[in-house]
Every structure is written in C-alpha cells, then in structure tokens.
C-alpha cells in the first residue's frame, strides 16, 4: 500500500451513549488512492451525564442536552482549526436499530441490476419506518441503512449486481432516531459549529468493528453493557441474527451495589476497582464480592431472559465480546464467566470465551480504506475516563 500522505483532513467525531457524552477531534491522513493510512488524536473530552444517578427520562434528557452543549463547547475551544466534517454517533436509547429481510423472487431467472436493489431496499425503508414501534407516538427518521447479506438461492452471494437468480434476499441494518431527538443535537452542533452533524449509528459501528477487528470471529456475542443500557447483537455465520435492547446497564448495578453498602457511587466504583487489583483488606473485600454477586443478579436476569428467548430460534454462540468503560471491564468478564445459567443456551453447552476487540487506532488498524461511516468506530475509544 502506498504510505506516502497525500491529503490531512481533520474530522470532529461526538459519541453520545446512555451515560455520557464524549467528543474527539481526529487528524486523518489519506495517500493519492484516497486511503486512509494515519490517524492522530489531536483533542478529547467526555463527560457523564448521569454521575451514576438515577433519574426519570424527562430529567436525565434535560441532563443528556445540557452536558452536550458543555462538551460541543469545550471540544470547539480545543480545537481552532479548519474542521472537514462533523460526525454524532448515537446508541440506545437515542437511535434504534432494526434487521430488514427483503424478499424478491420470480418465476423465470432474472439478471440483479442496481435499479432493481435500490427499488427493493427503498420500498422497505418505507415500510421500516412506518412499522417502527420503538418511538411509539413519535415521528422518526432514518439515519443509516447498510447491506449486511446477500443471497440468492439459498446462498451468500459477495458481488450481486449483474448475477443471474431465481430468487433474493437483502439483510439490512437500518437504524432511526426520533425527529425531535435528532432535531435537538442537530441544534447544539449548529449553535457552537454553524453546521450540521452527519449520523452516525453505533449498532452498525460496533457489527463492523468486529468484522474488520476479528475477521475470523464469525459467531459471538457481541454485549455494549456501559452506561443506563445493554445492547445485544448476535453474530452467527458472520451475520447479524439478533439485536435487542434492555434497560439495565453497567450503572445499575454499581448503584444497587452503593445502596446495598451503604455507600456513594463513586467510592463503591473505586473499591471494587482495588478488589480486582488486590488492594483491599480480606473483610472490607468480601462484604463488596457478596454485594455485587448479588447486584449482578438483576443483570444476568435480564441478559439470561433475552438469551431464553433468543435460544428459541437455535443456540447461541459461546464466545462473547463486552464492551464496557475499562475500569468495570475485569470484574464484570469474571463473574460472567461463572454464570452457569447461560450454558443450557450456549452451542454444545461450551465453555464462554471473552474475547476483545483490539483499542486504539494507530496506523497498523486503519490499513484498510475508512469510509465515512465508518469513522464512528473511532468515537467508540473517545476519552474512556469519565469526570
């Protein structure tokens, strides 16, 4: 590949999950082929919007736009260069992501043109939108779609257009946000920036950032358990099956664990830290274990009720990708690593494997060619410390 940098293009990327907000300010590098081959953080920052308090949707959406406005406005401060584009990736519960199927056949072989995909895949954004459940009373609108499977006949097919077929079907990745949601964040950037952000979805983000991160991995699951919520998406034969959502994160069970102690959030985050470094009296340590096991209860609760429901359709995959701040990282794999619950859903009953997705992003991991949607990976490791 040619390493020689051609054109620097610096791109302002804002990631806003169930519990934060981060913004990072990237230098991009692209050879004469118009690859990617460099990346540099220039400047970083992210801030909680919960402070791991609870508190009713009306309030922690005040909370969401005000500690947005906060974080466009000091990014903007750090960073008084010419600015190529704005990226706002978003996860639960700002953007919803649902897998489409379209079916197509006919009774003769027909030729695949590109007409003819565009003509399928925009009749079922139609109807995606108008069957969307997830903002119930709320318009929506759409903010990304990807093609992630082709078949024809009963078979993945990698380059279709032009093909010959009896029969098609399109997987689609297609995810929207409420009009109003999209509307407000739209807002904050034009306010600090004087322009509008592009869209990006992290549920596509995280689908492709274990495709091109682990290209042999082709069945896990793949678990977002930071923040208010957790997001599901099972992988099996290299494509997306399942994705769903469940309002219990990382932050309710630090909070029940706090309650349990006796304690505030932040100490009770910090002790558990120091029991996973080994820095902690024996007592003091096993109070917090026997409080947390028991907080990780409500959890695994609601991931083993997905997993039962899921199972339904066939057997999971044992191996499993989490994505969670870096300090609750080691004590959430190791106790999920002991929940002998999940076996009776998992393929052949296997023993769960964690695996993880590789962080950072120096040259060696953007070697291939990034496309602007897919710059939202990058948002994935803005500023991991949260103040």
Known sequence: MNKKIDTIKNNLIFDIDSSSVGAGLFEFGYNSNGACIHIRELSTVRQSITNGEHYSFEEFWNRTQSIFKKVAEKIHL???????????????????????????????PFILTQELANQLIEKELVASLKKNLDYHNHEVELI?????????????VRNPIAKEMSDLEIDSLVTVVSTKTKHVFEHIIEKVFHRF??????????????KKSLPDQNDAIVIDV????????IIQNDHIETLGTFPVGINHLLRDTSDRLGKNFNKTQKDIQLIFNSNLDKDHESKIKESLGYSYKIWLKEFYNF???????????????????????YWFESMLLQSDELSDHIHAKARIEIVHLPS??????????ITDLELGVIARTIAVEIY
């Open 144 to 156: 990304d779609r990807k093609t992630i499977a082709v078949r024809s006949n009963g078979y993945t």
């Open 197 to 210: 952000p592009v869209f990006t979805s992290n549920i596509f983000v995280a689908y492709n950032n274990v």
């Open 307 to 329: 997993c039962s429901n899921t199972s339904k359709k066939g057997l999971l995959p044992n191996t499993i990708i989490i994505k969670t701040y870096r300090e609750s990282m």
């Open 78 to 108: 750090q960073s008084l260069i010419p600015i190529e584009n704005i990226y706002c990736n978003l996860s639960s519960p700002w953007a919803s992501a649902q897998k489409r199927t379209i079916k197509y056949s006919k009774n003769k």
């Open 360 to 369: 950072g992003y120096d040259d060696k991991d953007f070697s291939l060619n």
């Open 226 to 233: 930071s923040g208010e919520m957790t997001d599901v998406m």
